[in-house]
């Protein structure tokens, strides 16, 4: 932390020492500018609350996920069930819980594989150039013209709703976007000094990638990552929710929205409880990313002095 | 910012900032080279249809591979023959490739000829072939394809005004109220799940009519059946449409606004602008016409890209509100194992993308001097 105390005057005429400042580590500069943006400390808590909810409600949660219980068929949230049931008899709080975990999990997991094959493909094509970056741009601007979603819902259907697998293709038909950004991030890299250096000394071109240029777009790849999350959860609800993502017994919350649509009207707390925490999940997990651009990127107009 | 980074297209902004100035230099010597600036605008003007004519080619191009690329992925996971598993009486194996092969769709047949069956009746008969139980894709595409393009264009058209215009507004009222107001909510919607927005339209739209105590909104259908008459059919379209519109727009907006705001604020404060605020321009007048022409380019080329992600919107749009488009389409051909019809969709998809990006180019064009002269 800096001391606001006030230096003595510097010049010819004056030999006093300069107080010496503590200098602060980079983590607490990058808290300090995360803790100012106050959106994002709110995201922050809301997915943390959201992740322990997901963890914890099924350990006190009265009925599982699959059980069904006969005497409240479709009945509005009670005591009994604190987010009603559905027309089968599951345990809508359950179901709320287990389905977050699931989203969460495939969305976490589709998000640490897309950063990470986007970085080395992004940054590859970058460094490398020539040819190899022609044809990898060239297979990525093909891929933004194929409607993915298709592709996706061909395979997934096929996948028999295993979310390991969802999660799969969820990193394969994701990854082009950010590399894209990536490779225009690290054009400049290839230039720098550091780069030239490695390059002269003798090490071999993928090790270049990722032992300097990597680890310069670190800050990038830590807003993608939680940009990723946003991009994997909602990519997921539209696959579960037209029935080509996670199927019975397992349950996320798209499938979960899904089976509300249905019954809007009559059972409508099959829809809001699910889709609530769908919302919540998505906007925090965007503030939260707004907050990481503000304390990593240096270029970021957040303003302040640190 | 970082994020900007993707739309922003590695376009060099001190590039188009240098241009500006030297069109500044250049005003004052073009009374006396008249003709010969005439004689420029001409090359000009075929360089221009060249330079569309070629990314016209490209795209078409794309198309082609990205359809023939989908064929072939959706052989390998579609199976046609599962369409006739349990009819009742059963069929043998051979009968159901007896019923396939006239349709191109048995899988005795060797891949390769299958694929040029399917390509050359494209190409020579416009013929998009058959589904496995003999529905022409044609004729279901023909019919389908304009209630999603309704929706779809519909949707990209208002979302981009919309979001332009806010971030226009915000940014000359940088961190006011309306600016924060305007940018919260936009954080907010941006990253509301279509299916959520759709889902909270109809509840509020039933609550409205509810209230109202007459059927303002529809809240499922594209059209209904019996109304005749021009304005009743106008009148009956905008009240199916409005709904499923308003669902795509509310979750689409927010990132034009949040991404023209950005652009437009690193303009403001640039010299061009503040050349033409010292000729005399009011500082409307020089946001209009200096700064905001600058920072449309990267948002035009942004729209292009969007468009899928529009197309998935609609996908799921139309089958919330049960409109029978390509959506409900796409839905039905993978069920059903329906190879061609998933091929046409993937098509459409790609002709989507294509229109709008070369709608993009033509907007850079009219926009970007730098095109114009190179």
């Known amino acids: ?306 | 910012m970082f994020a900007g980074g993707l739309a922003k297209h590695d376009r060099d902004p001190g590039l188009l900032i240098r241009e500006h100035s030297g069109r500044v230099n250049n005003s004052s010597t073009q009374r006396c080279v008249g003709r010969r600036k005439r004689r420029l605008l001409e090359r000009k003007n075929t360089n221009l249809i060249k330079y569309l004519l070629r990314r016209f080619m490209g795209w078409l191009l794309m198309i082609v591979v990205a359809t023939n690329v989908t064929y072939f992925l959706a052989w390998a996971f579609l199976d046609p023959r599962s369409n006739y598993i349990g009819r009742r009486p059963p069929l043998s194996r051979d009968e159901v490739t007896q019923l396939l092969e006239p349709r191109n769709l048995s899988d005795t047949v060797p891949l390769v000829q299958r694929w040029w069956g399917w390509f050359s009746d494209i190409i020579f008969h416009w013929d998009w072939g058959v589904s496995a139980v003999g529905e022409s894709v044609n004729s279901q595409v023909a019919y389908r394809m304009w209630i999603s393009a309704e929706l779809v264009l519909g949707a990209t058209i208002i979302t981009a005004i919309l979001g332009i215009a806010l971030g226009v507004y915000t940014a000359s009222r940088q961190y006011k109220l309306a600016d924060r107001i305007g940018q919260a909510t936009s954080v907010v919607t941006m990253n509301i799940n279509i299916v959520v927005a759709a889902l909270g339209i109809v509840l509020l739209a039933i609550g409205f009519n509810d209230l109202v105590g007459a059927r303002v909104f529809f809240v499922t259908g594209s059209h209904s059946q019996d109304v005749t008459g021009f304005f009743p059919i106008v009148l009956d379209a905008l009240q199916h449409l409005t709904l499923p519109t308003l669902a795509l727009v509310l979750v689409g907006y927010a990132q034009y606004h949040l991404l023209q705001r950005t652009l437009l604020l690193d303009n403001i404060n640039a010299d061009y602008v503040r050349t033409a605020r010292a000729k005399g321009l009011t500082k409307q007048q020089a946001i209009r016409k200096h700064a905001l022409r600058t920072s449309l380019i990267p948002v035009a080329t942004q729209v292009a890209f969007t468009i899928p992600t529009i197309f998935t919107g609609a996908i799921l749009t139309e089958r919330i509100f049960g409109w029978n488009g390509m959506g409900r389409y796409f839905l039905d051909t993978i069920g059903k194992n329906d190879v061609h019809g998933v091929v046409a969709i993937a098509a459409f998809g790609a002709v989507l993308t294509a229109v709008g990006a070369i709608l993009s180019d033509i907007a850079i064009v009219a926009l970007d001097p730098r095109v114009r002269v190179s």
Do not use: C
């Open chain 1, 1 to 306: 932390m800096s001391t606001d105390q006030i230096q003595p005057p510097v010049g010819p005429d004056t030999t006093a020492a300069r107080i010496p400042r503590k200098r602060m580590s980079l983590w607490s500069l990058y808290t300090r500018r995360f803790v100012r943006n106050r959106p994002a400390v709110a995201g922050i808590f809301i997915f943390i609350l959201l992740v322990l909810f997901s963890v914890i409600a099924p350990f006190f949660a009265k009925y599982d996920h699959i059980e069904l219980d006969f005497l409240n068929l479709s009945s509005p949230p009670s005591s009994e069930h604190w987010f009603g049931t559905t027309s089968a008899g599951n345990d809508t709080f359950a179901q709320v819980a287990i389905g977050l975990q699931r989203s969460l999990m495939i969305a976490v997991s589709v998000s640490v594989g897309t950063t990470i094959l986007s970085a080395i493909v992004g940054t590859a094509a970058a460094y490398f150039g020539g040819l190899i970056e022609r044809g990898i741009l060239l297979v990525i601007h093909f891929l933004m013209v194929i409607p993915t979603f298709l592709i996706l819902a061909l395979i997934s259907n096929d996948a028999g709703g295993d979310w390991r697998v969802i999660s799969l293709i969820l990193i394969l038909t994701g990854w082009f976007f950010p590399a894209r950004v990536i490779w225009t991030m690290a054009l400049p890299l290839r230039e720098s000094e550091y780069v030239n250096a490695a390059r002269y000394m003798g090490v071999p071109g993928m090790k270049i990638v990722m032992r300097h240029l990597i680890p310069n777009i670190g800050s990038l790849l830590v807003i993608n990552f939680a940009l990723g999350v946003v991009t994997a959860v909602m990519a997921e609800t539209g696959l579960s929710f037209l029935g080509f993502g996670v199927k019975i017994p397992d349950v996320s919350l798209g499938s979960l929205i899904g089976y509300g649509a249905n019954t809007i009207t009559s059972a409508p707390w099959l829809f809001y409880f699910p889709a609530g925490a769908l919302t919540l999940l998505t906007v925090s997990m965007a503030l939260v990313a707004d907050g990481l651009r503000d304390a990593l990127d240096p270029t970021s107009a957040a303003g302040g002095q640190a």
